[in-house]
């Protein structure tokens, strides 16, 4: 992104404490020139895995890791054992981990989301 190039918003308000909703001067006509970016601020850290949806990212990334993939049942001790059957094959593997590599690796990071305008536009518009 080139930072001139950005369009700030004109409009904001709140519905919600945790919902904003903003404003930008763009026609109609032209929105499908520009990709609007939706994010979650990070507030404070959250720590934990993400819950299985379908069959599951085939990823190398930790931030792609299910509860199912390392078998712990709702409401159950998570401990390093645990941890440890997470790590298939493209995953680091961790000799000795310590509490900071722990850390990084249930970290949740916050959403971000990209949309092309066009796809943002009321229909008929």
Do not use: C
Not at 14 to 31: A, N, Q, R, S, W
Not at 49 to 65: L, Y
Not at 89 to 114: S, T
Request: net charge negative.
């Amino acid at each position: 992104m080139v930072p001139a190039n950005a369009v700030m918003p004109v409009l904001r308000g709140h519905l919600l404490p945790d919902i904003t909703y903003v404003g930008f001067p763009i026609e109609p006509e032209v929105m499908d020139t520009y990709f609007f970016i939706v994010e979650e601020h990070m507030t404070e850290p959250r720590f934990g895995f993400d819950e299985r949806v379908g069959n599951g990212q085939n990823s190398t990334s930790w931030q792609d890791v299910d509860w199912v993939d390392i078998e712990v049942d709702p409401g159950s001790h998570f401990g390093l054992q645990a941890l440890q059957k997470a790590q298939a094959a493209a995953r680091p593997r961790w000799d000795d981990p310590h509490a900071a590599l722990v850390a990084d690796a249930v970290l949740q990071r916050p959403f971000r989301g990209y949309w092309r305008g066009a796809a943002l536009k009321t229909p008929g518009v």
